[in-house]
Each structure stands twice: as C-alpha cells, then as structure tokens.
C-alpha cells in the first residue's frame, strides 16, 4: 500500500508566479489535511478537505491560496503571486476518517520563492 | 489558542545514553491523543508513539516509552539505548477527539536532538 504521495518534491518559483502543490492520499483514505512548517518552527494546520468539500480552512490565509479535492486525481494546494515569505515546506496528510487517531503524512513539497 | 509547547531547542545525547524530550500543552478537552514525530533531514514525518489521553498506561515502542501525566498536561518522550539513527527534530503534538476540531494536529516548535558517536 503506498503512502502519501506529494509532489514536486522542491519547487522553485519567482515571486508573482504561482505555485500547484499536489497530494496523493492513502488508498482508501478520503479525508486529506495540508500543513505548513515555515523555517524553524512546527507544523500549522491549514486546511481540511474531504473529497469534492472543504471542511476547515480556517488556517489557510485569506488572500492567494485555496485548496481543492476532487472527485477524481489528487489534492491540489494553490498558492497565487507568490511572496518570499510564501517559502516553507509544505506538508499534505491524509487519514480513513474523520478524527483517526494518525494522519499519515507525505514527505512533504519544500516551496522556494525568489 | 490551545497550544504545545518544547521548551528545549536542543538536546544531545551520547549514544548508548538515555534521553528525555519534554512536552507540555493546553486543552480544554478530556479526551484526546498525543503523539511525537521524528522529523529527519529527510523531512519525512515519521510517527514515533502514540498516547490516548484517558489511558492511564504509559505507551511504549522499543525503546520509546513516554511520561504522560493528564493532571500537569505533560507528556515527555524518553528515548533509551539512543542510536546513531535517532538524530533527528522530534516534535509533540496534540489531536482532539471531539467537537469541532478534532481533525487538527497541533505541533509543537521542535526540539532537535543530536546523537554523539
């Protein structure tokens, strides 16, 4: 059974441009998270989603980012006009249901922007 | 804001030595779960042991065992016989089991541990 799949693993985008981030879930896992480490600190909580549905995102800023899980292929994470301070790793995890017990998590997509 | 605080940056250990990773946090629930991950330079998040917090038993996976004490809102990480292959950031964290948000893991800041040869 595989894990979760992320890809790129490093992306590198000019400030302005912007950035698709994609998470592949677990099989058989339908509720995915997305995580945010910025340099020297832990992870943040960002947004969960839940296929075809937003559940939370409440973590997620307000302006140029927004996620998506559709019914068909994998997670998205897309940031627009990417900023330097957009540069962190980003982290996609994905569980059987709602409140498991374990999110599993993907290596992660460490985004640069310069 | 519920939080979870690692108040050591750092630690380090010689190897065949025991270690203990604190951790400490706030909620308002009864019941939840704590956990600890190992981050490597690899940056792959890899699950290292698992509590639920209305287990009075202590969780343990070879030579990782964890204090949890619910009253005080610790739960420290002790690793015994440390290996070469434990270096590593380890992060605490903290899931909720109800209410609306019991789908959020919320992590520490990290404590890096180094393992001398």
């Known amino acids: 059974n595989a894990g979760v799949m992320q890809n790129p693993r490093h992306l590198v985008r000019r400030r302005g441009q912007e950035a698709r981030l994609r998470c592949s879930p677990m099989?058989?896992?339908?509720?995915v998270y997305w995580y945010r480490q910025l340099p020297e600190e832990g992870l943040k909580f960002m947004v969960y989603?839940?296929?075809?549905?937003?559940?939370?995102e409440s973590g997620m800023p307000k302006e140029r980012f927004s996620a998506e899980f559709p019914k068909e292929g994998p997670s998205i994470l897309r940031i627009q006009q990417v900023v330097r301070g957009d540069s962190a790793a980003y982290f996609c995890?994905?569980?059987?249901?709602?409140?498991?017990?374990?999110?599993?998590f993907g290596p992660g997509t460490r985004l640069t922007v310069t | 804001a519920q939080t979870v605080t690692q108040s050591q940056p750092e630690m380090s250990v010689q190897e065949a030595e025991t270690v203990t990773l604190s951790c400490t946090y706030d909620t308002s629930e009864s019941d939840y779960y704590l956990f600890w991950y190992k981050q490597p330079p690899s940056r792959q998040m890899i699950l290292v042991i698992r509590?639920?917090?209305?287990?009075?038993q202590n969780a343990t996976e070879n030579r990782f065992s964890v204090n949890f004490q619910k009253a005080a809102k610790s739960f420290s990480l002790k690793i015994s016989d440390s290996q070469l292959g434990d270096a590593a950031m380890y992060f605490c964290a903290r899931l909720g089991s109800g209410g609306g948000s019991n789908y959020k893991l919320t992590f520490g800041k990290g404590t890096l541990l180094t393992v001398n040869p």
């Open positions: 509590q639920e917090a209305y287990k009075q």
């Open positions: 099989k058989g896992h339908s509720h």
């Open positions: 995890a994905s569980s059987p249901r709602p409140g498991a017990d374990e999110q599993y």
């Open positions: 989603l839940q296929k075809e549905n937003i559940i939370d």
